[in-house]
């Protein structure tokens, strides 16, 4: 069972912040996000573990609360390049992973 | 360094043709993928290998199949493609489970 994104979409002008959420009815044992711009392959950007801590990645980075069985991404002061599709990928305790149906972000000048 | 390699980028098939994907990494990765992509939606699993000689079925599988025959490479097939298979279709490689996914650029795929 594939993984929920909110919101599907978010539109921001250059310099704001952004959260994007991952959520699971299942037990997960980690999460990976990845970026896709536009007619291109997706990106890795990170993963969060079970147990693990809340990782970075330039002005992006992101926290997993394993009890809630959900990920969020933080997009800090954001810039042109940030605009893209991220997705999250949900990988369970059953070995199992999908892929959410991403999140449309659009950084505006 | 290539990474991985898909070909071809773009193919037109009709109704009941058959086709073959190609997908090439030069990372020594163990594990490889195939995913369909439809228009705004994400990735859906359709064939993955955890080794050489290895094939296992993803969450949508059905109207395709796979080998690996060599480590480098593994190759997605229709048997007869249906306009339902319309789709972007991306080749990923990883080390190991639960590790960084690296993806083709993917190979466009229309089917009339």
């Known amino acids: 069972q594939q993984p929920v994104q909110s919101p599907q979409a978010v539109i921001l002008r250059e310099g704001e912040d952004a959260v994007i959420n991952c959520s699971s009815s299942?037990?997960?044992?980690?999460v990976h996000w990845y970026r896709q711009k536009h007619g291109e392959a997706p990106v890795f950007l990170m993963i969060?573990?079970?147990?693990?801590e809340q990782k970075g990645h330039d002005k992006i980075s992101a926290s997993f609360n394993e009890k809630k069985q959900q990920s969020s991404l933080y997009l800090t002061a954001s810039q042109l390049s940030y605009s893209g599709t991220y997705f999250c990928?949900?990988?369970?305790?059953?070995?199992?992973?999908?892929f959410g149906d991403g999140t449309t972000l659009t950084v505006k000048p | 360094n290539a990474g991985v390699t898909q070909t071809p980028k773009f193919r037109v098939l009709k109704t009941g043709q058959s086709m073959t994907l190609l997908c090439a990494q030069d990372?020594?990765?163990?594990?490889m993928y195939w995913y369909r992509q439809d228009p705004g939606m994400g990735l859906r699993l359709i064939h993955y290998?955890?080794?050489?000689?290895?094939?296992a079925k993803g969450e949508v599988p059905d109207g395709y199949n796979v080998s690996r025959l060599k480590k480098q490479n593994f190759l997605l097939g229709l048997e007869s493609a249906a306009p339902s298979q319309t789709s972007v279709y991306f080749c990923?490689?990883?080390?190991?489970?639960?590790?960084?996914?690296?993806f083709g650029q993917g190979t466009r795929l229309t089917v009339v």
């Open positions: 299942k037990a997960l044992y980690s």
């Open positions: 290998s955890v080794g050489e000689g290895t094939t």
């Open positions: 990928g949900t990988y369970t305790n059953a070995g199992k992973s999908t």
């Open positions: 990372m020594n990765h163990e594990y």
């Open positions: 969060l573990l079970k147990g693990g």
């Open positions: 990923a490689s990883s080390y190991g489970w639960n590790t960084e996914a690296f």
